[in-house]
Antibody, heavy 120, light 108 residues
Framework: EVQLLESGGALVQPGGSLRLSCAAS????????VSWVRQAPGKGLEWVSA????????YFADSVKGRFTISRDNSKNTVYLQMNSLTAEDTAVYYC?????????????WGQGTLVTVSS | DIVLTQSPGTLSLSPGERATLSCRAS???????LAWYQQKRGQAPRLLIY???SRATGIPDRFSGSGSGTDFTLTISRLEPEDFAVYYC?????????FGQGTRLEIK
């Protein structure tokens, strides 16, 4: 059974940093991309970032480029999202999602999400 | 980036009726790389359709997708009570993945 479990969400002050983790199981991890998708309270889905299966290629939405980085440790089946210079606009539930391909693709499995709140 | 515009914003129907949801792209979606998701309150999204018309594993056949290029449609042939939710389209034809703003399907 494919499972994805996010962790690391918290209350953080504006300008602060946070690292989210996504631990996965149930599939050959290094064969698939993993993305982060966020959802602000009462709003729609926004794709944030993706990393290819072997971690060679990374992709970012314009709204987070230069502030967020993504990495993965295939020995731990875990993807990380490092978020810096956070603003109130980054407040959201952050989901990790398994990509259907090695680079990005559609999302066939999702975690349950972790809440990030940016507020003073 | 490809902008996806979903219509209508809200659709009010009764169980047993047919629902037709639209997703229009600002430019052609490469290789019909278009997916549809269902999201219920407090839950993660669930994949329904990929490749514009292929049903994901375990999705009932009352859900169908169609379209190509810039115009795509999700059809639910006979609405069940559990189908009332928010639906999103997503394009993955470019590395800048985008979602539509969603269509809320509510009980009339």
């Amino acid at each position: 059974e494919v499972q994805l479990l996010e962790s690391g969400g918290a209350l953080v002050q504006p300008g602060g940093s946070l690292r989210l983790s996504c631990a996965a199981s149930g599939f050959t991890y290094s064969n698939y991309a993993v993305s982060w998708v966020r959802q602000a309270p009462g709003k729609g889905l926004e794709w944030v970032s993706a990393i290819s299966g072997r971690g060679i290629s990374t992709y970012f939405a314009d709204s987070v480029k230069g502030r967020f980085t993504i990495s993965r440790d295939n020995s731990k089946n875990t993807v990380y999202l490092q978020m810096n210079s956070l603003t109130a606009e980054d407040t959201a539930v952050y989901y990790c999602a398994k990509g259907s391909y090695s680079n990005y693709g559609y999302f066939d499995y999702w975690g349950q999400g972790t809440l990030v709140t940016v507020s003073s | 980036d490809i902008v996806l515009t979903q219509s209508p914003g809200t659709l009010s129907l009764s169980p047993g009726e047919r629902a037709t949801l639209s997703c229009r792209a600002s430019q052609s979606v490469s290789s019909n790389s278009l997916a549809w998701y269902q999201q219920k309150r407090g839950q993660a999204p669930r994949l329904l359709i990929y490749g514009a018309s292929s049903r994901a594993t375990g999705i009932p056949d009352r859900f169908s997708g169609s379209g190509s290029g810039t115009d795509f449609t999700l059809t639910i042939s006979r609405l069940e009570p559990e189908d009332f939710a928010v639906y999103y389209c997503q394009q993955y034809g470019s590395s800048q993945i985008t979602f539509g703003q969603g269509t809320r399907l509510e009980i009339k």
